[in-house]
Each structure stands twice: as structure tokens, then as C-alpha cells.
């Protein structure tokens, strides 16, 4: 199984300021990762898939970069809106496909 | 517009049984492989089961194999999760989550979540 970590759990951002999130694998994905944005009481939204690579209507801000077992989400100038938290999800070998943990962004 | 709206949860007593619908419009269900993802109240998030668009390929997190079944009836757009056997630990929110693209590749990606549906497993 690919254990998926992401730091920090919670991230506190001041709004128009860069919001950096980390995803590590404990195996190489390639570039099979994917982010989603989950708020509260709501299901979670595709972001990013293969790494870096925006879903339809995802605003230019959020945007994905790596490979291999490191990964970064940013948040290029974060908007109130932005709060939630933030999932990363391998799809490189399964079964089982797995997450991690999330990071929680907050607006400061 | 894509819809995914689960049914079927509740409250069940260990041991017990529920069985969980999610019924699908606004997409060509049978074109699409469909994936059952939970989450614990304030907790992440775990992949559960996966089904193809025609069934015929099926995989299970080793937490719930041999306890639950996925299933779909393509005729009525709605993709199933039988649970037996449940235990405490089983208590989360059900998502339905259809597959991203239409691929050769079974599609392992997430893009319409339903609402959620929450299962709680106590006596």
C-alpha cells in the first residue's frame, strides 16, 4: 500500500498571501496524483489530476507541481473562499487507492 | 447536470446489515466506472470500493473485504453497496464518486461526489 503524507496538517494564510501544501509518497507515483478541496459539509472537488494539470473551472491560482514521491499544491494568492481542507490522493497503484491525511488551510 | 444521490444509511446494530443506493443522472452511467468512498466525522478520507461500467472488474479496500459487495444496474443508473457484517469502526459518511474520464485504463480518479450519506454502527 502507497501511505500518502501531507504537512502541515493546518496552514494559517493571510488572504492575498501564497499558500504552499506538501503531499509526500512512500513510493514513486510518476505524476498519478491528484488534489481535491473539500469545505465544510461538502463532498470533496477535483483540483488537480496528474500532478499538475487543473480540472475544468479550478481558478488559475490553485496549481500543482512534482513527480515521483514529492508534491506541492499552491494556492498562488489565497481568497477567502479558499478555506477548507485539502486532500492528495495517489491513483499510481492500487488497489486501494489512498489519501492523505489533508491539510487544513486557515485564513488569517 | 451531473447527480449523484445516495440512500440506504442509518443506523444499524453490529452485525447488522444496510444497503447503500446511489442514484445517478445528468452522465451515461454505464460509460463510467463508479467508486464508494467514506469519511469519519472530522476525519480523512478512504477509498472503499470501485466498480467498471460494466462490473465486470470490482476491488475492495482489504478493510471491508468479504463484508461488502458493490454492484449496478445500469438499466436504472444506480450503483449499490451492500454492507454486512458491520462493525463499529464502519461508522463514516458514504460517498458515491463517479470516475473522472472514460478510459481503457480503469479510472481511478474522482470528479461528481454525491452528498454524502452517513452510516452509524452502534448498539
Known amino acids: 500500500e502507497i501511505v500518502m503524507t501531507q504537512s502541515p496538517a493546518t496552514l494559517s494564510v493571510f488572504p492575498g498571501e501564497r499558500a504552499t501544501l506538501s503531499c509526500t509518497a512512500s513510493q514513486s507515483l510518476t505524476s498519478s496524483l491528484a488534489w481535491y478541496q473539500q469545505k465544510r459539509g461538502q463532498p470533496p472537488r477535483l483540483l488537480i489530476y496528474d500532478a499538475s494539470t487543473r480540472a475544468t473551472g479550478i481558478p488559475a491560482r490553485f496549481s500543482g507541481s512534482g513527480s515521483g514521491t514529492e508534491f506541492t499544491l499552491t494556492i498562488s494568492s489565497l481568497q477567502s473562499e479558499d478555506l477548507a481542507i485539502y486532500y492528495c490522493q495517489q491513483y499510481h497503484n492500487w488497489p486501494p487507492l489512498t489519501f492523505g491525511g489533508g491539510t487544513k488551510v486557515e485564513i488569517k | 447536470e451531473v447527480q449523484l444521490l445516495e440512500s440506504g444509511g442509518g443506523l444499524a446494530q453490529p452485525g447488522g446489515s444496510l444497503r447503500l443506493s446511489c442514484a445517478a443522472s445528468?452522465?451515461?452511467?454505464?460509460?463510467?466506472?463508479m467508486h464508494w468512498v467514506r469519511q469519519v466525522p472530522g476525519k480523512g478520507l478512504e477509498w472503499v470500493s470501485s466498480?467498471?461500467?460494466?462490473?465486470?472488474?470490482?476491488f475492495y479496500a482489504d478493510s471491508v473485504k468479504g463484508r461488502f459487495t458493490i454492484s449496478r444496474d445500469n438499466s436504472k443508473n444506480t450503483l449499490y453497496l451492500q454492507m454486512n457484517s458491520l462493525r463499529a469502526d464502519d461508522t463514516a459518511i458514504y460517498y458515491c464518486?463517479?470516475?473522472?474520464?472514460?478510459?481503457?485504463?480503469?479510472?481511478?480518479?474522482?470528479?461528481?461526489w454525491g452528498q454524502g450519506i452517513l452510516v452509524t454502527v452502534s448498539s
Open positions: 466498480i467498471s461500467n460494466s462490473g465486470s472488474k470490482i
Open positions: 445528468g452522465f451515461t452511467f454505464f460509460n463510467y466506472a
Open positions: 464518486a463517479k470516475a473522472f474520464r472514460v478510459t481503457a485504463v480503469f479510472e481511478r480518479l474522482f470528479d461528481y
